[in-house]
């Protein structure tokens, strides 16, 4: 027997059911959720969807998503172009962005170095990394990696690599430390270790 | 200033966060998920759900979903067609069905009478259920409405609405008691004295 009176509810459910973090019940609340809606409003969500799909750009330089073949950060003139961003997924950039306190430009890995998933250097974006950093005029290389032993093994393998190329570039890592809100009993002792090793001047902190 | 590179991720991301109990940071990593995937599944995705929205049909006579005119439920021999199971939404026929348990039809009321809401007697299938009831052969009318004011109002008005009609149809309505898997002491109250007063013969729950 069917479990729902109509296959194509079924198929819906299903397609929605797929997507990482949506159960079943949750797929069938959206899907009737769909259907009660306007059908304008059933295209507008579907197109969206494929339009976003069929044509957005991977930056050439950076691999950012974009609306053009090279992306606004990177074609921004206002940009610090000297100064790479290395991040593991576009939703890195969204988040960084977010601060509006980084003014260079990105490079986005699209994944971290894991022997366990099976993804390798060849997986991810480092090559284009090296290519850049030999062919632009690059001052700083900002690793904000992961603080994971994934997001660790790719900066080490990321910074190795560098420095075979080039001496002079400064590559830097994002402090680790206790997060802004936490208390120090319910910091994790590597974290505590970290922050008591990397303290910074506190009078520069204030500014 | 954008708050994400591109705008088709932007409009695919907002779209998305419509959806009910879907927040803003749920909606970007879906969409950065669907982008990720292939055009294939990305097509069978939206396609699914626009199939669903332009082709599905509501059942003429009991307002459930159906991918022909009349619903497999209704149109299947083997259900009880002079049994009529009220219920306020297609997601309560689901769980019904589910269950395995009812070989009667349906009728989807599509809401419950609400004034704090302004859902009157007319933006529900009330008046059809009525010219269901005085049309087919109905022996039995089950009332399977949520138990809140307005799932009780609604029944109310229902049962008096078929009474003024026929006077020979049995009117039910689902048990109300403690949930399995409860204990008493968390129990409401209001349920405790249904349960009570609604007792039923132990020996007929062993059967």
Same mark, same amino acid.
């Given at each position: 027997?069917? =479990?729902? %009176?109509?296959?194509?509810?079924?198929?819906?459910?299903?397609?929605?059911?797929?997507?990482? &973090? +949506?159960?079943?019940?949750?797929?069938?609340? /959206?899907?009737?959720?769909?259907?009660?809606?306007?059908?304008?409003?059933?295209? /507008?969500?579907?197109?969206?969807?494929?339009?976003?799909?069929?044509?957005?750009?991977?930056?050439?330089?950076?691999?950012?998503?974009? @609306?053009? *073949?090279?992306?606004?950060?990177?074609?921004? *003139?206002?940009?610090? %172009?000297?100064?790479?961003?290395?991040?593991? @997924?576009?939703?890195?950039?969204?988040?960084? =962005?977010?601060?509006?306190? #980084?003014? &260079? +430009?990105?490079?986005?890995?699209?994944?971290?170095?894991? *022997?366990?998933?099976?993804?390798?250097?060849?997986?991810?974006?480092? =090559?284009?990394?090296?290519?850049?950093?030999?062919?632009?005029?690059?001052?700083?290389?900002?690793?904000?990696? *992961?603080?994971?032993?994934? &997001? @660790?093994?790719?900066?080490? #393998?990321?910074?190795?690599?560098?420095?075979?190329?080039?001496?002079?570039?400064?590559?830097?890592?994002?402090?680790? &430390?206790?997060?802004?809100? $936490? @208390?120090?009993?319910?910091?994790? =002792?590597?974290?505590?270790?970290?922050? +008591?090793? $990397?303290?910074?001047?506190?009078?520069?902190?204030?500014?």
């Amino acid at each position: 027997m069917q =479990e729902y %009176s109509s296959k194509l509810l079924e198929n819906a459910i299903n397609q929605i059911a797929k997507l990482p &973090g +949506i159960g079943r019940k949750t797929a069938v609340r /959206l899907a009737l959720h769909l259907l009660k809606q306007s059908p304008e409003e059933v295209s /507008l969500f579907t197109e969206s969807i494929a339009n976003m799909k069929n044509n957005i750009f991977f930056c050439s330089k950076c691999h950012n998503v974009s @609306d053009s *073949p090279s992306c606004e950060i990177c074609s921004n *003139p206002h940009r610090v %172009s000297s100064q790479i961003c290395v991040v593991q @997924d576009i939703r890195d950039v969204i988040a960084i =962005e977010n601060t509006q306190v #980084y003014k &260079g +430009i990105y490079h986005v890995l699209g994944g971290v170095i894991s *022997p366990m998933q099976g993804i390798g250097v060849a997986d991810i974006n480092i =090559e284009s990394l090296l290519g850049r950093i030999e062919q632009e005029d690059v001052s700083e290389v900002i690793l904000a990696l *992961p603080a994971t032993t994934e &997001g @660790d093994t790719t900066a080490f #393998y990321i910074s190795q690599h560098i420095r075979k190329r080039n001496q002079n570039i400064q590559i830097s890592v994002i402090a680790r &430390g206790v997060a802004i809100g $936490n @208390d120090l009993e319910n910091t994790d =002792e590597i974290t505590l270790t970290r922050s +008591i090793i $990397n303290r910074v001047n506190f009078e520069s902190t204030l500014k």
